[in-house]
């Protein structure tokens, strides 16, 4: 009956489930039900009245990973997600999806059918251009990452939300798949048989390189700087020319800001790599890729003149005048983008989650050179990260390991 126990519910059961629980449709409703999930967690349905054409989307946290019983993750990670969702949708509106009703018996979250925009992954990967992106999403940043940080909360209140977003299941997977099993030799690594030689050499011999992302790790788990949305690279954006939508934030917690910003410049880069051994026109590729190392440039600059620009605005925190310590602070966030960023490119070339970006490059040779780039790149990102701060910075890691 939905209200004592918790099961995972099928389509059928979501359609009696809307009609149960929900009043988000008219009585005389004609509902058709969809599972449209692509991910590993959790279940996605689409239901839609069939009169009104009206539509919403619910999305329920299953007790294990359906690839392998292996992966535990508490439901509860449905609640991180809904109450995360309205706090974004307060702080930055216009950027989430409504949330229109969560419920912590059966897990599951109601929320705003966004179907008419489209995964930025997929989109990037047809070689579309959004010229707003980093403008949205450096409003996004600034302002989620700002206005849940010490700088501009209360520190009891902060430290109370810290309490109400602790996510150790899922920081767990972060800190095993992001800065442990892709820096040594881990039998749960997947890498693809040509790249595998380079691995070894260029990451996994490499101690300081060790040295170095023990040091990251450590700053992941310390570091309660922001509430971050935790998963953010580009399958986890909606996107149409005018619009931009952030979804998926059940990895929420607080840590180091430059891991959201991280995310996302590496998942521009992968689109990137994508791009350059797969456009065969010379023409197209020399309009695609300089829009791509574009945006990444604006995402850098764009985020560091909003973030500098909020802080005027809203720091309460006594110390936050003193001169040269908002320099200081947004220093520390770029030099952790940085880190992240090589963390992100080195981890989905040989972990366990790949990117289509490179996984859908057919040519092997094409896709192991693709891979090596990713790598190289990667690594300097971690190892040089004190000396990159401008998005002319970034780029040039790119530019020279291409
Ligand atoms: P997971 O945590 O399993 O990765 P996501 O939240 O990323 O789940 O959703 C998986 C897929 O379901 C998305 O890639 C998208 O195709 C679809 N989806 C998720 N949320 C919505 C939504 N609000 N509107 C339309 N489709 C959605
Ligand atoms: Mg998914
Ligand atoms: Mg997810
Ligand atoms: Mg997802």
Known sequence: DFTSAYFTMNEADVVEYVQNRLSVFNDDADLECRE???GNLNYVFKVVDRKSGESIII?????????SDAFKVSPDRNRIESEILELQGEL????????????????CCVMDDLSDHEI??????????FP????HITTFLARTLLLTSDVVMGHKEKKERVQQFTNPELCEITEDLVYTEPFYDCEQNDVFEGTKEFAREVIWNDEKLKLETAKLKFDFMTKAQSLLHGDLHTGSIFIKEDSTKIIDPEFAF???AGYDIGNVVANLIFAYVHAHYTIEETEARADYLPYLEETIVQVVELFSEKFLQLWNETA??????LPKFKEWYLDSILEDTAAVTGLELCRRVIGIAHVKDLTSISDAKDRTAAEKICLIAGKTFIL??????TGDDFVKVLRHSV
Do not use: C, H
């Open 36 to 38: 449209i999930g692509d």
């Open 59 to 67: 999305k329920q946290a299953g007790p294990v990973a359906r690839i």
């Open 92 to 107: 930055a509106p216009g950027f989430v999806p409504k949330v229109y009703a969560y419920d912590p018996v059966m897990n």
């Open 120 to 129: 930025m992954r997929s989109a990037l990967l047809n070689y579309k251009k």
């Open 132 to 135: 707003l992106f980093a403008d």
């Open 254 to 256: 607080y840590g180091p």
């Open 316 to 321: 309460a925190e006594q110390t936050a005048t």
């Open 384 to 389: 040089d990260r004190t000396s990159i701060r």
